[in-house]
Each structure stands twice: as C-alpha cells, then as structure tokens.
C-alpha cells in the first residue's frame, strides 16, 4: 500500500477544498491534521468498504470522507472552512484497523497510533 496525499491550498473562510489520497487496497484509510505548534490531531476516517465512517467533532457536518475504490482513492470534501482548519493535512492507513471489529473502531480509528503508514502531507490554508 503506497499513500500520496493531494489537493491542499489557499482558500478563504467559508470556502471548499477536496482532498485526495491515493491508497491502493481496500484499507482502513485516516485523515489527520497538524497545525504548527500543535500536536497531530484526527479528522475523519472510512473502512475499506466506504462505510461506516467516523468524524472529529470540531468538522462533523462540514467535511465529508468518502472513497472510489476502483479509483484507489479516498477524499475528504472540506466545506465551510474556517481559519482553524488551517494544517498540514496527512492521510494514513491501517491494516490493523482494515481486520478490526466494527464495533472498537470509534475509539480506535481516532487514534495515530494504530496507523501504520502515511503519506506526504499537503498543506490546507484558510484565511479570514
């Protein structure tokens, strides 16, 4: 499984951006982001067969995970940007997380830790 990362720029408040993330294999596929200063932090993330998906509560109902794997690719649909979303945007994956029980990957699929392999980040910039 190989990962790259696409689709970071500059945009202004209340705009949209979409992020690709090249992911070969029906992995578990995250996205987490890390601001300068802060530590990395989990956004949103999608089981191998698209669903079910899970969101950080700080972009639940804005920004949207989804995947085409015939495509080998997952996005993440950013909407109503705000200047806090401001990162470096990482995409990662887990082939622990691809074989776990539905049912602990809430807690787990938040956690970096369990992923064991990521892409180049792609930098995402809101300004006000």
């Known amino acids: 499984v190989q990962l790259q990362a696409s ?16 992911a070969s294999g029906r992995t578990f596929v995250g996205w987490f982001r890390q601001a300068p200063g802060k530590e990395r932090e989990f956004v949103a993330a999608i089981r191998g067969s698209g669903t079910p998906t899970y969101y950080s509560d700080s972009v639940k109902g804005r920004f949207t995970i989804s995947r085409i794997n015939l495509k080998n690719t997952v996005y993440l649909q950013m909407n109503s940007l705000k200047p806090e979303d401001t990162a470096i945007y990482y995409c990662a994956a887990s082939g622990k ?31 006000s």
């Open 97 to 127: 997380l691809s074989r776990a029980i539905i049912s602990t990957l809430s807690t787990t699929a938040r956690l970096a830790s369990e992923y064991d392999l990521w892409g180049q980040g792609t930098q995402v910039t809101v300004s």
């Open 7 to 22: 689709g970071g720029g500059l945009v202004q408040a209340g705009g949209s951006l979409r992020l690709s993330c090249a």
